[in-house]
């Protein structure tokens, strides 16, 4: 979800460019208003798990110049003490379908059939957590496209943005109340398969 807004490589760029431009430069999405946890708390950690990556860079790389996505299958927890939020990422569905070079979009009909997956294999004991989409050709930032995707989900969520052509990604955890929070991918569990440098200019 690149959009049509997308995100010049180099901001002084479109600072001189042409009004449109501007306009584009300060369009939500581009500057997410992230909260960040104080001196004495917790970093928020999403944990992804071997069978979740596989069905994500199964999908990301089968088309790495278009755009495609899953949803994110798992659990949140919060630390009663930090307030940090602990999500684990167990599981992905995916559509299997592409988008354009700038477009992908989740439609209703695949998280229907999301929803369907997880109560069948899983009952009440995980739930869709968030969203990963890939950026294909482009970097990985949250466009305007993605900042409206996000805020019209009405749970707390991690949204994770890859780009395989960049081998970047950002990730951030959106609350209930659509503030966005910092939070920390953890890919441990994936060891060398996980070849994304986060990218720190990405929101
Ligand atoms: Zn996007």
Sequence with gaps: MSGKNKRKRNPRKSEKGSRANRRKASAPGSQLIVLRNGDNGLVSKAYMSRTAWKKISKIVYGNTRKECGALLIGNLFRDRITGATMAFIDDAFTDGEYGGTSDYVFTAASQADCMNYVYR?????????????????????????DHTMMTSRCSEEVHLVLSPSHKTYVITFKDMDNCFHEIDLDTTAIGNGFEFERNTNGH
């Design 121 to 145: 294999v899983y009952g009440e004991s995980k739930h869709v957590i968030g969203t990963v989409h890939s950026h294909g050709v482009h970097d990985s930032f949250f466009s305007a496209v």
